[in-house]
């Protein structure tokens, strides 16, 4: 096994149950075109995401375990119980100690970046006294008791974590385009609701057109049989139809030859045949239903091939697929327009759910405008406070200003100096000839002018 077909071909047989996983992400390109474009030898292949919430961190422990020597000779060697069991985590002791320190760095990185989210999260709602560490509990892909140090366990759990997400990945994607298909039909039917008689018979009328315009296209060869497979080989690879070989024909879509076909190699495969359904110019093909039909076809030829279940295909499995009957005489291959896709029941049940949602909703707008109406009363009210405050000071003001009293100013210092006082500096004017009052009754004479001149 591998760690990802899709990384660069130095991967190697790798952890089984995980990256068989890994690969099972879809992707939309034709990887049969792929050598026709060239490829630079060494040149690093861009995986394609997961969808998995700690892909980045999944990603580095791979690259650097296969780093180690030890280790990458212990998984040439293991098998898939070994790797479920935990065994394999085990080795992780022996891998040198560069290794391991790299491992610690990149745990606590990811527990840091763990607690951010969480910290934000919990900011969002205004919560307080979070507790990052039963917080971290809900994580299950790293030994959160330990946010420290890699150790076997946090591999034992990577593996564990990713394998049973991964497992569930085309199943989530089920579900959730059944969910896009039923929402698509419940606005259709809300949108009729608003029309008058006449517009909702045309529209339905264009409805059933556009049903029927997508269902008239070619036949579509059922997945993995050998006309489907030959059509590949003469209208992809360009090769003569009556020249087709099995053998040939695997190594030859085995794009990044490491002797699987995964998934990805697979679902390039299937290009040809849903071209012949869903064209992106048309109105009428939806490219949401392309992509479920190309996981649909993935997983019957998995199923179909893929014996040991490690969502692999090995040459030999190919092969003996290859001598089937279903190889040579296949059923016909229904599409998603000739299948019904939920009942009325299951509408009315997602319809009862979305109603349930939008009265949630609504209650909490409703809740959120009586919040604001009585924020707005509290400051209105305020206001008026305020203005009547204003209204009270300015009346005492000019009461003092009638009363002789001069207005205090902010620091309650006074604006206007009352009769008699003086400024701070000034020098108060004394009578002339003396530097001290006059006693009462006293009346002052006039100075003597020492330039007047007397008879």
């Not at 009769?419 to 001290?436: I, L, N, R, T």
Request: charged content about 40%; aromatic content about 6%.
């Amino acid at each position: 096994m591998k760690w990802l077909s899709v990384l660069p071909q130095q991967c190697l047989v790798l952890m089984t149950c995980l990256l068989m996983a890994l690969e099972a992400v879809p992707i939309d390109i034709d990887k049969t075109k792929v050598k026709a474009e060239g490829q630079v030898e060494g040149e690093k292949v861009e995986n394609p995401d997961t969808g998995l919430y700690y892909d980045e961190y999944l990603r580095q422990v791979i690259d650097v375990l296969e780093t180690d020597k030890h280790f990458r000779e212990k998984l040439q060697t293991a098998d898939i119980e070994e790797i479920k069991s935990g065994k394999l985590s085990r080795e992780l002791d022996l891998v040198s100690h560069h290794v391991r320190t790299r491992l610690d760095e990149l745990k606590r990185q990811e527990v840091a970046r763990l607690r951010m989210l969480i910290k934000a999260k919990m900011d969002s709602v205004q919560d307080t006294g979070i507790d990052h560490q039963a917080l971290l509990k809900q994580f299950e892909h790293l030994n959160h008791q330990n946010p420290d140090t890699f150790e076997p366990k946090d591999l034992d759990m990577l593996i564990k974590a990713a394998t049973s997400d991964l497992e569930n990945y085309d199943k989530t994607r089920h579900e959730e385009f059944k969910k896009y298909e039923m929402m698509k039909e419940h606005e259709r039917r809300e949108y009729l609701k608003t029309l008058d008689e006449e517009k909702r018979k045309k529209e339905e009328s264009k409805f059933e057109e556009m049903k029927k315009k997508h269902g008239d296209h070619p036949k579509v060869h059922h997945p993995g049989s050998k006309d489907q497979l030959k059509e590949v080989w003469e209208e992809a690879d360009g090769l003569d139809p009556n020249e087709f070989d099995p053998k040939t024909f695997f190594k030859l879509h085995d794009v990044n030859n490491d002797g699987f076909l995964d998934e990805q190699e697979l679902e390039a495969l299937f290009t040809k045949e849903l071209e012949k359904v869903y064209d992106p110019k048309n109105e009428e093909d939806d490219m949401v239903e392309m992509e479920e039909e190309r996981l649909r076809m993935r997983e019957h030829v998995m199923n179909e091939v893929d014996i040991n279940k490690d969502r692999l295909v090995t040459l030999e499995e190919f092969l003996r697929a290859t001598e089937k009957k279903e190889f040579l005489e296949p059923d016909s291959w229904e599409t998603l327009d000739q299948q019904q896709l939920f009942t009325e029941d299951e509408l009315k049940e997602f319809e009862n759910h979305i109603s349930q949602q939008e009265d949630e909703l609504r209650k909490k707008a409703e809740e959120l405008q009586k919040q604001k109406e009585e924020l707005q009363r509290q400051h209105e009210q305020l206001q008026a406070q305020k203005q009547e405050f204003q209204q009270v000071v300015k009346q005492m003001e000019q009461k003092k200003l009638q009363q002789g009293n001069a207005p205090a100013g902010p620091g309650g210092e006074l604006k206007i100096q009352p009769p008699g006082e003086h400024k701070a500096g000034d020098a108060p004017q004394q009578p002339a000839g003396g530097d001290q009052p006059l006693p009462p009754g006293h009346v002052q004479e006039p100075a003597v002018r020492t330039d007047q001149v007397h008879p």
